[in-house]
T-cell receptor, first 114, second 111 residues
């Protein structure tokens, strides 16, 4: 597709369940980022992938969060044993190369943990 | 103190007014982004700049690296410009490409 695609667009899950969020970056973009926006809060960085380099996981809030990027393209963000405080909009962005090029954002996945 | 500060936090203006949103940062940067977040949550990158000035339609972004300050201007504002505008910087540390965000400015343009 022409833009960054995220799925699902909305996800409601019960506390304690695992969820997987998917991001399809723009074809050819080597950099991929996950961000989170909690209700009433600003955006916060979660994880960054650049090509084949080890990802920058410094923003992941706990060990319940993990992400992988297969084949340098699609990325999956997994949250295990979800908690209510995990409720947020999870945004994926990609850019052509390093972070000093334009970033393109997906529409986000709104996660609600009940 | 946040590394990226925006002002004002909220701005309401009449249609047609000239709008200025300010962003100040306290770290060395390699680039700065201005983002627009629509009420539905989608984010669009408006500008990415590392020096000088950029213009796109009614939008103008400027940056002063020495003063660590950037401004986003909207000329002839329109209700469809109503959104949250977010300033984000890329810190000037090699390998640290993640965006650091300001808290956003909520702009409301009244017809």
């Amino acid at each position: 597709g022409a833009g960054v695609s995220q799925s699902p667009s909305n996800k409601v899950t019960e506390k304690g369940k695992d969820v997987e969020l998917r991001c399809d970056p723009i074809s050819g973009h080597t950099a991929l980022y996950w961000y989170r926006q909690s209700l009433g809060q600003g955006l916060e960085f979660l994880i960054y992938f650049q090509g084949n380099s080890a990802p920058d996981k410094s923003g992941l809030p706990s060990d319940r969060f993990s992400a992988e990027r297969t084949g340098g393209s699609v990325s999956t963000l997994t949250i295990q044993r979800t908690q209510q405080e995990d409720s947020a909009v999870y945004l994926c962005a990609s850019s052509l190369d390093r972070g000093d090029t334009e970033a393109f954002f997906g529409q986000g996945t709104r996660l609600t943990v009940v | 103190k946040n590394e990226v500060e925006q002002s004002p936090q909220n701005l309401t203006a009449q249609e047609g007014e000239f709008i200025t949103i300010n962003c100040s940062y306290s770290v060395g940067i390699s680039a700065l982004h201005w983002l627009q977040q629509h009420p539905g949550g989608g984010i669009v990158s408006l500008f990415m700049l590392s020096s000088g000035k950029k213009k796109h339609g009614r939008l103008i972004a400027t940056i002063n690296i020495q003063e660590k300050h950037s401004s986003l201007h909207i000329t002839a504002s329109h209700p469809r410009d109503s959104a949250v505008y977010i300033c984000a910087v890329i810190k000037a540390n090699f390998g640290n490409e993640k965006l650091t965000f300001g808290t956003g400015t909520r702009l409301t343009i009244i017809p």
